[in-house]
């Protein structure tokens, strides 16, 4: 297993290479250089195994859990291997000294090698190095999850198409991991609590060793207390001759009760993850009538947006979707959205390139724009119902993202504005958003824009104002 061998790799050369005997290959002499030598021939082997390596979406539960320990060591070690071959590695790091004195001494070694001779690797295998850090990142925060701690989420409308779609992945550990056990609190109409009995006992026909419990509840108070997280999927759909005004009017109504019944959650510590549409003003309304959730503990999804353009890149350009960075859904989940690639960059046969220099304009401006903005309408004319697999799987990746973070890399969240590119403070906005390991997020600031762009941002930027204008009367004062 290639994590088995970095470590070892990296424990047996610190046997006979001592710190204190360290210096760069130009200096060594002797037994000290023919041991540099081993450990770089050692080194490119190692890169060269893993740069053809594609991590698994999903450990293993025999890795996880039946070798926890040892894999939580692999894991850490690659991580440093990996980031000592694309940065100055600071021996004064506090990461650094987390590891043990044979492996410290380890790093020391392979960074003095490195430094003399294998830096045409990082051109040859970097895009591979890169692309599974985020990866390692993940696992490593899988691995130091306390078993003993679940996590609570709530979801609205469980038992309609999105939230039944959503609730066998998050219950299996596909969200969190297979060693955080899932609470799972969930909300319905007194109505459709019949069809959410029959949702549960599927729940408990798969045995998820993750799931500890779930509970369904007509009562939003009841469904929040003490929540990590809650997904608001129910809404009111609009329906034949119902007016846009109306559709507010009636998800004001929802949104407004169940941000009120948010006081019952952990507060500040509570994340919430706005999926009914409109789904940006349904946000906006929550947040403004949760007292103790502040609005930035509030996202409106424009996740499956930010999919769908992914895809639509990577099928044009021939590429795996996580070779894609930079992309931007810019506004409202709706059809006045601006998706984005003039920050784009793709990973082509191993060189990161402007996505400008790989899709034609007139692709992009006659099809890529219309297709991710009106996705939602062709799914429906196609199949005759609204987009429920990829809206529960969008939902999910967002929560994901939040709880674990993005390891740099950049997503598309609607998060509330506080006047970021001319935006509205207090609109929620869709923006470029980058999420820590903290469970916070950061806004990517200060992109250049150009007129066309612009044009498109403050359309969809009118389309939120005369939203939140419309049901403006029904927030609190």
């Known amino acids: 297993m290639l994590f088995s061998r970095s470590l070892h790799l990296l424990q047996r050369q610190s046997v006979s290479m001592p710190t204190t005997q360290v210096r760069s290959y130009a200096s060594a002499e002797g037994e000290e250089k023919d041991?540099?030598?081993?450990?770089?021939?050692?080194?490119r082997a190692s890169l060269d195994e893993f740069g053809k390596t594609r991590l698994p979406d999903v450990p293993s539960k025999d890795a996880i859990l039946r070798h926890r320990d040892s894999q939580k060591a692999d894991y850490k070690v690659l991580h440093d291997t990996i980031n000592s071959t694309e940065t100055d590695?600071?021996?004064?790091?506090?990461?650094?000294?987390?590891l043990s004195p044979a492996q410290q001494d380890a790093v020391r070694a392979w960074r003095a090698a490195y430094d003399a001779q294998i830096s045409p690797l990082s051109d040859k295998h970097g895009s591979a190095l890169s692309r599974g850090l985020s990866r390692v990142n993940t696992l490593i925060a899988e691995a130091d999850a306390p078993m003993e701690n679940p996590v609570v989420v709530a979801i609205t409308g469980a038992a309609g198409n999105i939230g039944y779609s959503a609730l066998f992945r998050l219950a299996s550990g596909g969200v969190f991991g297979p060693k955080v056990p899932v609470v799972l609190r969930l909300l319905e109409l007194p109505g459709a609590l019949g069809a959410l009995e029959g949702v549960v006992m599927?729940?408990?026909?798969?045995?998820?060793p993750t799931l500890k419990s779930v509970s369904t509840h007509s009562d939003a108070e009841e469904a929040f207390s003490g929540i990590d997280y809650a997904l608001l999927v129910g809404a009111q759909p609009r329906t034949k001759g119902m007016e846009r005004g109306d559709l507010l009017s009636a998800n004001a109504e929802i949104f407004s009760a169940q941000g009120k019944a948010l006081k019952k959650s952990k507060g500040a510590e509570t994340r919430v993850i706005v999926v009914g549409n409109p789904a940006n003003t349904n946000a906006l309304i929550a947040s403004a009538n949760a007292s103790t959730v502040p609005a930035k503990n509030f996202i409106a999804m424009t996740r499956l947006d930010h999919n769908r353009g992914l895809a639509q890149i990577a099928a044009k350009a021939s590429v795996e979707v996580d070779e894609i960075d930079r992309f931007v859904i810019w506004g409202n989940h709706s059809a006045t959205q601006f998706p984005d690639v003039t920050h784009a960059v793709i990973n082509k046969n191993g060189n990161w390139q402007e996505a400008s220099a790989l899709l034609d304009a007139q692709w992009l401006n006659g099809t890529f724009?219309?297709?991710?903005?009106?996705?939602?309408?062709?799914?429906?004319?196609?199949?005759?119902a609204s987009s429920a697999a990829s809206a529960g799987s969008s939902a999910l990746d967002q929560l994901r993202d939040w709880h674990f973070g993005t390891n740099n890399k950049w997503t598309s969240a609607g998060v509330v504005s506080n006047g970021e590119y001319g935006v509205e403070q207090g609109l929620f906005y869709s923006y470029p958003v980058v999420f820590n390991n903290e469970k916070e997020y950061d806004i990517v600031r200060h992109l250049p824009i150009t007129p066309a762009a612009a044009k498109l941002m403050e359309a969809t930027h009118q389309e939120l104002i005369a939203e939140r204008d419309a049901i403006s009367h029904l927030l609190p004062k």
């Open 35 to 43: 041991s540099l030598e081993k450990l770089m021939k050692d080194m």
């Open 89 to 98: 590695y600071d021996p004064f790091d506090k990461d650094f000294y987390a």
């Open 202 to 208: 599927e729940l408990n026909d798969c045995a998820f």
């Open 369 to 384: 724009i219309p297709t991710v903005q009106k996705r939602g309408a062709e799914i429906i004319a196609a199949r005759g």
